[in-house]
């Protein structure tokens, strides 16, 4: 049987990532809606569902750690672990430990997405480094040379700014992100394709390009978020696709604070 397992779970505006970390091995990462109008229980049948579908046991787990940027779901998905695993979840916010040397004008006000993420891109990319998380907002974060977090961007996320174009115009069809057959599209589906997919793909190199205009210097760039896939892959800077960055940087903070001799 496997042992000293964490459930990592990261609460964003629209997708729950979810996922199990043993050591520095994942097993899984997936995604369920964001909702906040599910209860404690329906929540707990949900993530109970997802670790019998990875034919995990309860007593396998030892661990649980929480990041969000929702505060109306922390306590419901707290209550909800407990009550799955009888175990009291850390919480990532203040108190806790990252190692991460934030130059904001307010720390506090850093998402805690962004924090673990950073601590991750560190761990496995080393610095400088910016960081790119699709979601519901595109954030890109900059860690500089001497390993501090500087700072960074948010812009309107990829579905944000699709559901925008459509809502606000008539005869604008909803469409699937996928990358249009070619660059300038004949027809309206494939314009408005290439207009998501390159645009923000565009949208990236230059952002890359200016912030190591600002820096003076190059960095690595990682990308991470459920819509990254679909947009990096059009980049022309080297930006690497991590999809499990997010839980790689939850399991780093766990052992930093539960696990003191292993951080």
């Known amino acids: 049987m496997r042992g000293n397992m964490i459930l990592a779970v990261d609460i964003g505006n629209t997708n729950i990532v979810i996922g199990c970390i043993e050591e520095e091995k994942i097993y899984f990462v997936e995604r369920i809606s964001t909702d906040i109008s599910k209860t404690e229980l329906e929540y707990v049948v949900g993530f109970k569902t997802l670790l019998d579908l990875y034919q995990i046991k309860m007593e396998e787990i030892t661990g649980c750690i929480i990041a969000s940027v929702v505060p109306p779901l922390n306590n419901i998905i707290k209550t909800a672990m407990k009550k799955l695993l009888h175990i009291s979840p850390l919480i990532v916010g203040p108190g806790i430990k990252t190692g991460l040397n934030i130059l904001m004008d307010n720390p506090g006000q850093v998402g805690s997405d962004l924090i673990v993420n950073a601590v991750a891109g560190l761990k496995y990319y080393g ?58 599209g004949t027809n309206t589906i494939d314009c408005m394709k290439s207009g998501i997919i390159m645009g923000q793909a565009s949208c990236l190199d230059s952002m890359i390009d200016r912030i190591w205009e600002d820096l003076g210097y190059e960095t690595a760039v990682v990308a991470t978020g459920g819509l990254s896939g679909c947009i990096v892959p059009h980049c022309k800077r080297t930006v690497v696709y991590d999809n499990e960055l997010t839980l790689k940087g939850l399991g780093i903070i766990y052992r930093k604070n539960a696990e003191p001799a292993l951080s």
């Open 127 to 184: 610095a400088p480094i910016i960081i790119i998380d699709m979601g519901t907002a595109t954030t890109i974060s900059v860690i500089d040379q001497k390993k501090h977090y500087i700072g960074g961007m948010i812009l309107p996320g990829v579905k944000v700014s699709l559901e925008a174009l459509v809502s606000g115009t008539s005869q604008l069809p909803r469409i699937s992100l996928e990358a249009p057959r070619k660059l300038i």
